[in-house]
């Protein structure tokens, strides 16, 4: 089982940015997605960014492409969030997730992961 303990998360002005991290502990061998979401309060989870760990395909949101940027420290065990050109609609819990065996659907679906970490809030103001 892995741990995941996102921080980075804060309150900003439209247009500003931010870097959210998530540090991995225990079994951190997955060979499958690890990702980024986001929950504002009444909506649906939404997969934010992911990152295939064995092929290294990354896939992003429409809503945030070229805006946000996935990445992952293999050494640290950390995987990072770089968020730009921060939207009001961008404000939400965001949490970091792993999948640690095979589940379908890609790395933005939300129900293959198995591990989450307790969320960072983001909110960004206009």
């Known amino acids: 089982q892995v741990q995941l303990v996102e921080s980075g998360g804060g309150s900003v002005q439209a247009g500003g940015s931010l870097r959210l991290s998530c540090a991995a502990s225990?079994?951190?061998?997955?060979?499958?997605?690890m990702g980024w979401f986001r929950q504002a309060p009444g909506k649906e989870r939404e997969g934010v960014a992911g990152?295939?760990?064995?092929?290294?395909?990354?896939y992003y949101a429409d809503s945030v492409r070229g805006r946000f940027t996935i990445s992952r420290d293999n050494a640290k065990n950390t995987l990072y969030l770089q968020m730009n050109s921060l939207k009001p609609e961008d404000t939400a819990m965001y949490y970091c997730?792993?999948?640690?065996?095979?589940?379908?659907?890609?790395?933005?679906?939300?129900?293959?992961?198995?591990?989450w970490g307790q969320g960072t809030q983001v909110t960004v103001s206009s």
């Open positions: 997730a792993s999948e640690l065996s095979y589940g379908l659907g890609s790395c933005l679906s939300s129900s293959k992961y198995n591990a």
């Open positions: 225990g079994y951190t061998g997955s060979r499958y997605c």
């Open positions: 990152i295939h760990i064995s092929t290294g395909t990354i």
